[in-house]
Every structure is written in structure tokens, then in C-alpha cells.
């Protein structure tokens, strides 16, 4: 069973900082991609930064250059430094990851989500 866990959300002024980490566990052979989306209220959910295993990084244009996507490869776990965070980056923020697992005698690769951490920037 493998399960991604988001934490670092939470409440900060225009111009502040926060870091998002998200481990994945569980029966894990590799992991190709991972990446963070986020979702506000009465919109759909959109992409915000991935990264791939060879740590190629690709951020949507609205945060580019001020978020900053990482790996943690002994761990599974990525990391997202948001920086000058502005009141439109308010939104639930979830992990994703592209993970090949082990099923009993066999393997899997499945997208897998977190199930969010809110962030809210306020004015």
C-alpha cells in the first residue's frame, strides 16, 4: 500500500515563505516522477512544479522563480520552497507522484495523490 503525506501548510503573510514536504512510503520499487498541484476554491486543480527521477525540474509560469521543487531520493520525499508567497497561491496543495510498487509476485506503476495541506496567504 503506498500512501503519500503532505506537511509544512499553513497560514503566511504576502512576501513570506513556507517549505511543503511530502514522503511517500510503502512497497516502492522507484518513483519516475513527483511533483506538486494545487486547487482553489471554485477552480480546478492545476499544476505547480514536478520533478522527474533524473531531478529535471518544471514549474508552472505563475511561480517560476519563486518556488523551488527538490528531492530527497534516499527518503521519497519532495519538497517545494515557496517563496514571495502572494494571496493568489492561497489553495490546497497536493502531492503527486508516478510510483512503481510491488503487488504481492508482480509490480504496478499507478499515479498516486496526498490528500492535501492547505496554504493561505493573506494581504
Known amino acids: 500500500q503506498v500512501q503519500l503525506v503532505e506537511s509544512g501548510g499553513g497560514l503566511v503573510q504576502a512576501g513570506g515563505s513556507l517549505r511543503l514536504s511530502c514522503a511517500a512510503s510503502g512497497s516502492i520499487l522507484s518513483i519516475k516522477t513527483m511533483g506538486w498541484y494545487r486547487q482553489a476554491p471554485g477552480t480546478g486543480r492545476e499544476l505547480v512544479a514536478t520533478i522527474s527521477s533524473d531531478e529535471s525540474p518544471n514549474y508552472t509560469d505563475s511561480v517560476r522563480g519563486r518556488f523551488t521543487i527538490s528531492r530527497d531520493y534516499a527518503g521519497n520525499t519532495v519538497y517545494l520552497q515557496m517563496n514571495s508567497l502572494k494571496p493568489e497561491d492561497t489553495a490546497v496543495y497536493y502531492c503527486?507522484?508516478?510510483?512503481?510498487?510491488?503487488?504481492?509476485?508482480?509490480?504496478?506503476?499507478?499515479?498516486?495523490w496526498g490528500k492535501g495541506t492547505q496554504v493561505a496567504v493573506s494581504s
Open positions: 503527486n507522484a508516478l510510483i512503481t510498487s510491488r503487488i504481492f509476485m508482480s509490480y504496478k506503476t499507478s499515479n498516486y
